[in-house]
C-alpha cells in the first residue's frame, strides 16, 4: 500500500516531467500551413535530430483531397534557431529555410524550389 501512495504522489507530483532542457529541441510534431499551388494548406512536418547534430524529418501537406507525403534532410548541423533544410516529394525538390522560436514551440519558414523562387510560407506549431 505504501508504494501505491508514493507513486502515486511521485507522478502528482510532476517527479517524471522532462526538464526544460529536454524539451528545448527541434525533435517532434509540428502542425501548420505551407503555401502550395496557389493556396495555403495544411501540413504535418516532423523533425529528428540524427546523432551528428542534423536535423531531418518528414512532412505531409494537403494536395487536392489527399496527403502528399515528403522529406526533409540538413546537409551539415547548424546550431541556433535558424536551419536551411532540403526538401524532396513527387513535385520536385529545393530548399526550405526557417527559424524556431526560442522554446521551439513553432517555427516559420520559406520554401522555394530548385529553380530557386520563389519564396513560399511554411510554418508550424507544436501539436
Known sequence: ??????TLVLSLSGANAPSPKQEATAAGQYCGRL???GALVQTNTEFKTES??????????ADVGTMTAGTLDEPAPVTGL???LDWQ?????GKLTLTF??????FTGKWRD???APNELWDGVRC
Open 82 to 84: 535558424e536551419h536551411t
Open 89 to 93: 516529394d513527387k513535385y520536385g525538390s
Open 35 to 37: 503555401w502550395s499551388n
Open 101 to 106: 522560436k526560442p522554446d521551439y514551440s513553432g
Open 52 to 61: 551528428d547534430g542534423r536535423l531531418t524529418g518528414t512532412y505531409q501537406f
Open 114 to 116: 530548385q529553380s530557386g
Open 1 to 6: 500500500m505504501k508504494i501505491v501512495v508514493l
